[in-house]
């Protein structure tokens, strides 16, 4: 069962307009989020990350969102640069002790110039 | 300053094989992790020491699977006879320490088994 899910396994977006890449998670226990970009044969680059106390975090071009109700949380990129086509996953951690992270199966984004 | 490291960048072995994989982590940092990423996967956890101990080890699917940290910096990770659904990639991670919600990864090993 699939606690942190990226729905979208790929996204298009036109350089210079906003990228939107969500998740969805399961686990009402995890206490942080965490958005990771991946290029290929290298390991995962931290971006930014959100508490689970809180519902906006903002770092430059990149802002997530944290909606608890819905479970939901989203990495906006504004604006889109050709350097940020890359695999974004998003992660979870535990919670309750637990530190270890959970990963979505990553969204492919590629930013078009 | 330095990343996380981890050696080799390749390892191709064949089925039954024992092989070592090294991860050596931020200079500092006290919380240490192993994930596997399989193709089309995101990482999946292995194990978490914090310091000299594994404080976590969960994760590992057998008891082929084994990952030591004796002096609390460099951790290897141990699998024996070595299955071909073992491929993937294995990455190590770091963090200042256990409280700390953010993982410094490293490049990762690809292991092959053939």
């Known amino acids: 069962d699939q606690q942190v899910k990226q729905n979208s396994p790929s996204l298009s977006v036109q350089e210079g307009r906003i990228s939107i890449l969500n998740c969805d998670y399961t686990?009402?226990?995890?206490?942080?989020f965490l958005w990771y970009k991946k290029y290929p044969a290298e390991g995962p680059t931290f971006l930014i990350s959100?508490?689970?106390?809180?519902d906006k975090n903002e770092d430059g071009r990149f802002t997530v969102f944290l909606n608890k109700s819905a479970k939901h949380l989203s990495l906006h990129i504004v604006p889109s640069q050709p350097g940020d086509s890359a695999v974004y996953f998003c992660a979870a951690r535990g919670g309750a002790g637990s530190y270890q992270l959970t990963f979505g199966k990553g969204t492919k984004l590629s930013v078009i110039p | 300053g330095a990343g996380v490291s981890q050696t080799p960048s390749n390892k191709v072995t064949e089925k039954g094989k024992y092989v070592e994989l090294r991860c050596d982590p931020i200079s500092g940092h006290t919380a240490l992790y192993w994930y596997r990423q399989s193709l089309g996967q995101g990482p999946e956890f292995l194990i978490y020491f914090q310091g000299t101990g594994a404080a976590d080890d969960s994760g590992l699917p057998n008891d082929r699977f084994f990952a030591v940290r004796p002096e609390g910096s460099v951790s290897t990770l141990k699998i024996q006879r070595t299955e071909r659904g073992d491929s993937a990639v294995y990455l190590c991670?770091?963090?200042?320490?256990?409280?700390?919600?953010?993982?410094?990864f490293g490049p990762g090993t690809r292991l092959l088994v053939l």
């Open positions: 959100i508490s689970s106390i809180k």
């Open positions: 991670a770091s963090s200042l320490n256990h409280r700390a919600a953010t993982q410094y």
């Open positions: 686990n009402s226990m995890f206490d942080y």
